[in-house]
């Protein structure tokens, strides 16, 4: 059954607020008991037990200050016979310690979206106090991804910015190409990549020159024991392009082949998807035989540093760290480091013929010339120079050693230091070589190939100083098997003779006369030009680099005087081996 909770009488005040004077009118008009304590409290207030029957009522003659006063507009509690005990402190909560669990709820109104079709639905939903917590949460979330977002695209932004600008300063044409000149055809390099084309076993032809034997004692070497390296400027070391060559001269003359290359061309060709600088290779059909020929002071002479890292150069040329600089740096290393690692004690391994380009009583580097002959099909074969520079006894039989140096030359360009790393890390270092220099090493290893080298050592050099580019140091050497190397690079040996097979097809077809392949100097693409039967040679306009462009021999700071044009003398005898 349910109760019936009954209302008593409100008696009815005509003068004001609050209940009447007379405790005779509110005798007469109301059943609540007398002289109830009540205490007034504003809406603000929290609430706790609704009455206090415990309180002590004051007495009238209290210090009127201490009484707690009407804020809305009741009577003196003092003059009241109701005075209702309101404790503020314990409403809804029985306990006064569960106040921290107290929440007020938002009366605004929730935020109206921006656009979206279903903000009318949304508008009038109630907004519960945990929810836009929860809200403001996800929004400093949403603000720290968009400004990650930012931050990226600005960094992405800047090194765009760098990237052009090194592209504009470094990446030029490696040939000025003329206005006469006609374009044949252009190649881009996603092409290349889908070739492929298999060569039986070549054959020798004939192999010249005379080879040293390699000192075990440099495959010990360590950064904690380095060795200073020396400088061979008595030493003769030539760069002689195709035609040139009066071995190859005499091949074609019997119709040994129907196309005449050497290793350094045809590795360039091979590997020509890996590279980000320009170059240019003559191509020269004369009769049914086709000739691929550098120029003189072709780029083809020095080695790219650094050519495939994100890091850009100093793009000032006589920067010591420019690519140009380090170009002709790295060529020095290489050709000394190639016969310092040999034993010289005169003791030589000679072949069918001495070297074709030196004269008598000059001292010749440890080099040898395999001359050799691939068919490329029934009615056409290749012949190309190909180099080895030192020999080794392996089980009482002879092998073929290419030698070619790494150099660093400022360790915050490659982010790791070689006299930290190289001893305890060294798969990383050649990792990081691989990744700054995957052109480079392509070629070296397609050149070993090439010359069916047993062994490709690998020298690490390092400047003694960051600023100092004419002393260095041997940190380490590391042998590998070329076709192994090959695997490991990702270096595919069809797609390589697929590459070159295209390309002297193309230039099969064209007519006699005179081309030139250039590489793109901002595309990954190969343009083939047809040029002047006169172009290329030695009245031919080539404007040689202002004085104050060229890199300048040191003036001090240089071991016993011997540093001065050490730098150019590796250009001078290349233009003496030419001419």
Request: glycine content about 4%; hydrophobic content about 35%.
């Amino acid at each position: 059954m349910v109760g019936v909770f009954e209302v008593g009488a409100v008696p009815f005040n005509p003068d004001g607020w609050g209940p009447p004077d007379s405790a005779a009118a509110a005798s007469i008009t109301t059943t609540l008991p007398l002289h109830v304590p009540f205490a007034p409290f504003s809406r603000s207030d929290k609430l706790g037990r609704i009455a206090d029957f415990t309180r002590s009522f004051p007495s009238s003659n209290a210090n009127p200050s201490n009484r707690p006063s009407s804020r809305h507009g009741a009577g003196n509690p003092a003059d009241s016979p109701f005075d209702f005990s309101l404790d503020v402190d314990a409403f809804p909560l029985a306990n006064p310690e569960d106040d921290s669990s107290f929440r007020l709820v938002d009366a605004k109104p929730p935020p109206r979206p921006k656009f979206g079709p279903k903000w009318r639905f949304n508008q009038n939903r109630p907004q519960l106090p945990q929810r836009r917590d929860e809200e403001v949460e996800a929004r400093k979330r949403e603000a720290e991804k968009e400004r990650a977002r930012r931050d990226r695209l600005y960094n992405l932004n800047r090194s765009n910015q760098n990237q052009q600008r090194r592209e504009a300063a470094i990446f030029k044409s490696s040939v000025d190409i003329q206005p006469e000149w006609n374009m044949l055809d252009q190649i881009p390099f996603s092409t290349f990549s889908k070739l492929s084309f298999s060569v039986p076993e070549p054959e020798d032809l004939l192999i010249c020159g005379a080879l040293e034997y390699y000192d075990r004692s440099f495959d010990r070497i360590t950064p904690k024991n380095e060795r200073r390296l020396e400088r061979f400027k008595n030493r003769n070391f030539f760069k002689v392009t195709t035609t040139d060559d009066p071995v190859i001269r005499r091949l074609a003359n019997e119709d040994k082949a129907t196309v005449f290359a050497t290793d350094t061309i045809l590795s360039t060709l091979m590997c020509a998807p890996r590279s980000v600088y320009s170059w240019d290779i003559v191509i020269q059909r004369v009769g049914n035989k086709l000739f691929f020929d550098k120029r003189d002071g072709s780029q083809l002479d020095l080695l790219s540093v650094h050519e495939t890292s994100q890091e850009p150069l100093p793009e000032a040329k006589d920067d010591i760290n420019s690519a140009y600089s380090l170009s002709v740096e790295a060529a020095y290393i290489n050709q000394n480091f190639s016969q310092q690692v040999l034993v010289r004690d005169g003791n030589k391994v000679s072949f069918d013929e001495p070297n074709p380009f030196a004269n008598e009583g000059d001292e010749v580097a440890s080099v040898a010339y395999r001359y050799r002959r691939w068919k490329l099909d029934n009615d056409m074969h290749l012949v190309a120079r190909c180099e080895v520079q030192s020999v080794v006894d392996v089980n009482n039989q002879k092998s073929f050693l290419t030698l070619n140096a790494l150099n660093e030359f400022d360790p915050k360009y490659s982010g790791v230091d070689w006299r930290q790393k190289l001893e305890t890390q060294r798969g990383a270092v050649l990792a990081t070589e691989l990744k700054n220099n995957a052109n480079k090493l392509a070629k070296w290893t397609a050149q070993a190939i090439l010359a069916n080298a047993d062994l490709m050592k690998l020298g690490y050099v390092s400047r003694v100083h960051p600023r100092d580019h004419f002393n260095h140091v041997i940190l380490g050497v590391v042998g590998y098997k070329p076709r192994d190397f090959a695997a490991q690079i990702n270096l595919n040996t069809a797609n390589m003779w697929g590459i070159v097979k295209s390309i002297v097809d193309l230039c099969m077809k064209l007519n006699e006369g005179k081309y030139v392949l250039v590489k793109d100097p901002s595309k990954p693409q190969v343009r083939i030009y047809e040029v002047p039967a006169d172009a290329f040679e030695n009245d031919y306009v080539e404007e040689p680099l202002p004085e104050e462009e060229q890199v300048q021999p040191p003036t001090e700071d240089a071991e016993d005087g011997e540093a001065d044009g050490t730098t150019n003398d590796v250009e001078d005898k290349e233009i003496e081996a030419q001419n």
